[in-house]
């Protein structure tokens, strides 16, 4: 689906849309929420904004992330389910990055009877490194990451598939 035909189908809908976004770290991800968050009727929950005012000093590991993204999404489930019964469409600015995090994302949307657009930014290792490189040194990311924590959270990452019947639109670099 081509940019155009997203901005006219959206115009065409009136029911609340769930926008989930996948792609490696510095893939455009946060430009995209944004982006999408200035939309009308449209909130932005965002990971990272929340992970590091909930729980930044206990996050040290990818494990610890993994302990706490799992509370932050028990926590905001119910919440982002509420949102979309009520006609206002959610960008749910946490990675779609596996099979398992996107079945959750369904549960969500398919539970409110909303609409749903899976973002998928292909972009280029080397590309994200560098966008990730530049964003750390400008401090403006709630996050840094280093090029091994890259390395180490793209070995999770997987390509969403036709089988699992999202509604994808292809963004590449």
């Not at 081509?2 to 770290?25: P, V, W, Y």
């Not at 779609?96 to 930014?121: I, Y």
Request: hydrophobic residues 45%; aromatic residues 8%; contains cysteine.
């Amino acid at each position: 689906m081509s940019d155009q035909e997203f901005n006219s189908d959206l115009q065409a809908s009136h029911r609340a849309t769930l926008h989930m976004l996948c792609g490696k770290i510095a893939a455009g991800k946060s430009t995209l929420t944004a982006e999408l968050g200035r939309m009308p009727s449209t909130v932005v929950i965002s990971e990272d904004f929340w992970l590091s005012r909930l729980f930044g000093p206990e996050m040290k590991d990818v494990a610890d992330y993994i302990r706490c993204s799992r509370r932050l999404r028990e926590a905001v489930g119910p919440h982002v389910q509420d949102l979309l019964r009520l006609g206002v469409s959610v960008v749910l600015d946490f990675p779609a990055n596996t099979v398992a995090m996107r079945a959750w994302m369904r549960t969500l949307f398919e539970a409110a009877g909303a609409d749903h657009r899976l973002h998928f930014l292909d972009v280029p290792d080397e590309v994200c490194k560098a966008r990730l490189r530049a964003r750390n040194a400008a401090g403006t990311h709630d996050f840094a990451a280093s090029d091994a924590e890259f390395e180490q959270i793209s070995s999770y990452f997987v390509s969403p598939s036709e089988t699992e019947g999202f509604n994808v639109i292809l963004r590449s670099a």
